[in-house]
């Protein structure tokens, strides 16, 4: 009987302690996180950032983007619209417009001023809306929602049309600022925090390895020929600073030295308490995207002693957070996901060990110009070339008294004929009636918007790199080295585990909006993954 009525108090105070919703949302985004550094890093990680989250959450190991372009501002709409860039729109970091005749960045809104940084920007190119926004529609705005990142882009997105504030880190001062699109001016608390001029303070640091080199010993030399010394040391192996670098370029590069990652932290810590995130009546959600990942991953490739030694403190910015997060929610009153934007390729070179296998993207773009003109007796068919896709001036082919569809067919022809490393092109013709879905077997189809996407897409062979790739890291193909990303939930409501169904970043929303019973995003293409 005692045992009984203890085992009823203990469930009692569960009862309490473990809220009908939770506190809040968080959502962390690593900017080009490939899924196997949760396992090729964890030598080096302590038990209280990347490996709480795995024992103590639920891992998905089979999560993938299902489309192509796998690039930055694509990667962040799509896990919080659940949708996939032929319904949010969202192309490309950059496109080329047809209307305006010329490239546009995805965040960039001239209708709007920036606050505290001189960037005019806003989310109205996203064609869906957010799981944040859900929240928002779903208790008529009391729920807050703010996001940051050191990319404009990373911030903006996942806040969606109705998010309160999103910050992010200006190049010019070191400083957070944001768009006159969420307010007039900046709360005390970001000038406060702006006058501290951390930035300043990072700049001066250096980037030592926090284990001994013998712990780097799965990477490729730390003194590397092939390495860029991006720091001006000459030298490309450790220790790193910003010693040789022009003061005005400094603040910009804190982007690749883990101190981007450390600032972004610091900047976070201070919002959740000033802001009051989490203690109100409703749920409220923070986006949090850490982009020194991806910049390093550029400079340096998967194989590098930075990129492991820059998780290795990436996993330290994660146990912080976290350990805020137990302070002022109480753990398990929060809900927490861990995703990427997308991966990034191995370095070419590793896997074309005997032959080089580089396609040069200048010869092909000069090379189908050629022969549009021979072919259709004019100049200017081919109006743009960006994330692999030809964009046609359609007036040209019009004046021209041209059959617009045969026009894409034939350059679609000569591609297929002369280049061999190019694997699959597609016209925009191909996709006509077609609609986008989460099990298509076309990832070339889920990332077309019919409005924006260019006339001919194309995509190499899995093992053809892009010689502008050169001895580094990048992304935007279709292949499982971009696509295959973490995922892990943790927190409120979450049975700890390990799953290997294959599952999409675009059920990340929906899963949410199912935890939290609110309606999923406009576009969501994705389903819920957690029983
Ligand atoms: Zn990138």
Excluded at 245 to 272: A, H, S, Y
Aim: with cysteine; glycine share 6%.
């Amino acid at each position: 009987m005692r045992f009984v009525k203890s085992f009823l108090t203990l469930l009692a105070i569960l009862a309490i302690s473990l809220t009908a919703r939770p506190k809040i949302v968080i959502g962390i985004v690593i900017d080009q996180m490939r899924f196997d550094y949760l396992y090729r890093f964890q030598p080096n990680f302590g038990p209280d950032g990347f490996n709480r989250l795995m024992n103590h959450g639920l891992n998905f190991t089979f999560a993938h983007y299902n489309y192509v372009p796998t690039h930055t501002a694509p990667g962040h709409s799509s896990i919080y619209t659940g949708s996939t860039p032929y319904f949010h729109g969202i192309i490309g970091n950059d496109w080329y417009s047809k209307e305006l005749k010329r490239r546009i960045y995805c965040v960039d809104d001239s209708r709007f001023e920036g606050i505290g940084c001189s960037d005019k920007m806003s989310p109205l190119n996203l064609m869906s809306t957010t799981i944040t926004d859900q929240l928002k529609l779903s208790d008529n705005g009391l729920s807050k929602v703010i996001a940051v990142s050191l990319k404009d882009r990373g911030a903006i997105l996942p806040g969606g049309r109705l998010a309160n504030a999103a910050y992010w880190y200006n190049d010019a001062n070191g400083h957070f600022g944001t768009s006159s699109y969420y307010m007039k001016e900046l709360p005390n608390w970001v000038t406060n925090f702006n006058s501290k001029n951390l930035a300043s303070k990072y700049c001066e640091k250096e980037w030592t390895l926090s284990f001994p080199l013998q712990n780097y010993s799965i990477c490729l030399p730390d003194e590397n020929p092939n390495e860029l010394d991006v720091y001006k040391e000459g030298r490309t192996s450790f220790p790193h600073s910003l010693k040789n670098i022009k003061p005005e370029n400094r603040f910009e590069m804190i982007r690749e030295l883990p101190f981007g990652n450390d600032l972004l932290t610091d900047f976070v810590k201070d919002l959740v308490i000033n802001e009051s995130l989490g203690k109100g009546e409703q749920t409220d959600f923070l986006s949090v995207s850490f982009s020194a990942t991806d910049y390093v991953g550029h400079l340096y490739g998967p194989n590098s002693v930075e990129i492991f030694d820059l998780y290795t403190k990436l996993d330290q910015n994660i146990a912080e957070l976290l350990h805020v997060f137990d302070h002022e929610y109480g753990a398990g009153n929060y809900l927490v996901f861990l995703t990427a934007d997308h991966a990034g390729n191995e370095i070419p070179e590793m896997v074309n060990t005997k032959v080089k296998s580089n396609f040069n993207t200048k010869n092909c773009l000069n090379a189908v110009k050629k022969y549009a003109k021979e072919q259709f007796g004019v100049d200017g068919i081919v109006a743009d070339y960006i994330n692999k896709q030809f964009f046609l001036d359609d007036a040209v082919i019009e004046a021209q008294h041209l059959n617009p569809v045969e026009v894409r067919a034939k350059i679609a022809a000569f591609l297929r004929r002369t280049f061999n490393s190019i694997l699959i092109v597609c016209t925009k013709d191909d996709f006509n009636g077609k609609i986008a879905a989460r099990e298509s077997n076309n990832p070339l189809l889920n990332g077309y918007n019919n409005i924006r996407s260019g006339d001919i897409l194309i995509e190499l062979n899995s093992t053809t790199y892009f010689e502008s790739t050169g001895n580094k890291s990048t992304h935007n193909t279709l292949y499982s080295y971009d696509t295959h990303v973490p995922l892990i939930f943790f927190g409120w409501n979450i049975t700890p585990g390990k799953n290997n169904e294959s599952v999409y970043v675009t059920d990340i929303a929906p899963t949410i909006a199912d935890l939290l019973n609110i309606t999923e995003p406009s576009g969501c293409i994705g389903r819920p993954i957690i029983k």
